[in-house]
């Protein structure tokens, strides 16, 4: 009886050869139907929802403050540097001058501490940082737009306009921007990555929005509750790694336009 009984049990090797076939089974389905590999995707996605609780609620909550700071910044930087750029550029003397000593001033303030004393001063919203960006980023824009343009406005079309009686307005909007479009892209796409960073650095520091749910914010009441020294790591290492990528997607798109406006860097 004893000897029958212990020989019905399965050996450990017969049991993981088991569990090995039933997973194979399960993989072979799963290459093979779409429809189950659907089903267990979907199952996944809503065990891991489970898991992540209202982290996850706010994760989603906090892209929305994120995403609009850094587009809304982007805009304006774009628009006022693309704009200042062309202005110096085509006219230059004395407003050229008055314009680029402008710029050298926005170089030589210190870019956080300008924002949180404004934000501070203005009060705590997500238009005020936002305003604060746009007051500062412009520079880098500026500068390099005006570069392209002060040899742009030397080229034959421009100077057959000119001649055609184009006023300059006209000249500066449609033969000068388009051309100055790609740069004024690029620069854009690093100041998403920018804004976002300091939307995140400001709410972390409490100097955000308080009516807002952020990364930063996220980040800073992990820090206040002491998440690292408790093992809390799902608590603060989602928002970082959210921030961590959207600064690394803007990041990526300006270096796309790079290999498109210097196409000698493709070669290296």
């Known amino acids: 009886m004893r000897s029958g009984s212990v020989d019905a049990l399965p050996r450990p090797g017969q049991t993981w050869a088991g569990w090995r076939r039933a997973a194979g089974t399960l993989w072979g389905v799963l290459q093979h139907d779409r429809f189950a590999f659907a089903g267990i995707c979907i199952y996944a996605l809503f065990v891991l929802i489970a898991l992540s609780g209202d982290i996850f609620a706010q994760l989603v909550y906090g892209a929305r403050p994120a995403l609009t700071v850094g587009f809304v910044a982007a805009f304006f930087v774009a628009l006022i540097g693309t704009s200042v750029g062309i202005i110096a550029g085509y006219y230059g003397g004395w407003l050229d001058a008055v314009l680029m000593r402008l710029a050298d001033v926005a170089f030589g303030i210190p870019y956080l501490p300008f ?154």
Not at 131 to 156: H, I, S
Not at 198 to 203: C, D, G, L, N, Q
């Open 115 to 268: 924002v949180i004393v404004l934000v501070a001063f203005l009060g705590p919203s997500l238009w005020n940082i936002v305003l604060t960006m746009a007051l500062l980023l412009w520079k880098d824009t500026a500068r390099v737009v005006r570069a392209q343009v002060l040899t742009l406005r030397e080229r034959g079309f421009v100077e057959a306009a000119r001649v055609l009686g184009s006023s300059p307005r006209r000249l500066m909007l449609v033969h000068l921007a388009p051309n100055v479009l790609p740069i004024a892209l690029l620069y854009g796409s690093l100041a998403v990555g920018w804004a976002i960073l300091t939307e995140a650095s400001v709410s972390f520091l409490g100097f955000g929005d308080p009516a807002r749910i952020s990364w930063g914010y996220m980040l800073q009441d992990a820090y206040i509750s002491q998440a690292l020294s408790g093992g809390a790591y799902n608590w603060f290492i989602p928002p970082g790694v959210c921030i961590m990528l959207v600064v690394m997607a803007g990041y990526f798109i300006s270096r796309g336009y790079e290999e498109l406006l210097f196409p000698r860097l493709r070669r290296r």
